[in-house]
Structure formats: structure tokens, C-alpha cells
Nanobody, 124 residues
Framework: QVQLAESGGRLVQAGGSLRLSCATS????????MGWFRQAPGKEREFVAA????????YYADSVKGRFTISRDNAKNTVHLYMNSLKPEDTAVYSC?????????????????WGQGTQVTVSS
């Protein structure tokens, strides 16, 4: 059984930083790309960042480029999202997802497993 569990979300002031983590189990983590998506109230889910199986290929949404950093630790089956210079518009539930292949992708339908999400709230 594949499980993904996010942690690290909380209330933070604008300009602050957070580190989100996603611990996985039940699948060979190092074989698959990982992604972070977010969904704000009343909005569609949107892509945030993704990393391929080795960490050698990374994509970011334009809205977070230069502020967020995705990384993975294949020895610990974990992916992280470092979030700096947070803005109120970053407020959302952040979910990690495991792709169907090791190739990096921004497309939600190319992810086969999802976590429950962790709430990030940025106050102005």
C-alpha cells in the first residue's frame, strides 16, 4: 500500500519561510518523480513544483520560481518543499504526489498517488 504523508504546514507571516516534507512508503521511491500541488479555497488545484527520480530535472510554476525549492532524499524516501518570501496568495492546502514514471511532469493526471495535504496559511 502506497502512502504519502505531508507535514510542515502552519500559519506564517508574509515574508516568512516554511519547509514542507512528504514521507512516502510502499513503493520504490527512487524510481518515481515527485510533485507538489496546491489548492486554495474556491480555486482549482495548481502545479507548484516537480522533481524527477534523480533530482536532476526540476520544474517550478512561474508563481513560485525563485522563492520555492524542491528537493528529494532517496535514502529517506522523502521530498521537501522549501518556501521562502511567502505571500498571502500562497495560502492553500499543499499536497505531494508520486508520478507514474521517473520523468518530471507538471500534469496532475501523470501522478498516481497523492497525500492528504497540509495547510499553509500566510497572513498579511
Amino acid at each position: 500500500q502506497v502512502q504519502l504523508a505531508e507535514s510542515g504546514g502552519r500559519l506564517v507571516q508574509a515574508g516568512g519561510s516554511l519547509r514542507l516534507s512528504c514521507a512516502t512508503s510502499g513503493r520504490t521511491f527512487s524510481s518515481y518523480a515527485m510533485g507538489w500541488f496546491r489548492q486554495a479555497p474556491g480555486k482549482e488545484r495548481e502545479f507548484v513544483a516537480a522533481i524527477n527520480w534523480s533530482g536532476g530535472s526540476i520544474y517550478y510554476a512561474d508563481s513560485v520560481k525563485g522563492r520555492f525549492t524542491i528537493s528529494r532524499d532517496n535514502a529517506k524516501n522523502t521530498v521537501h518543499l522549501y518556501m521562502n518570501s511567502l505571500k498571502p496568495e500562497d495560502t492553500a492546502v499543499y499536497s505531494c504526489a508520486m508520478a507514474t514514471t521517473g520523468r518530471v511532469t507538471v500534469l496532475p493526471y501523470e501522478y498516481s498517488y497523492w497525500g492528504q495535504g497540509t495547510q499553509v496559511t500566510v497572513s498579511s
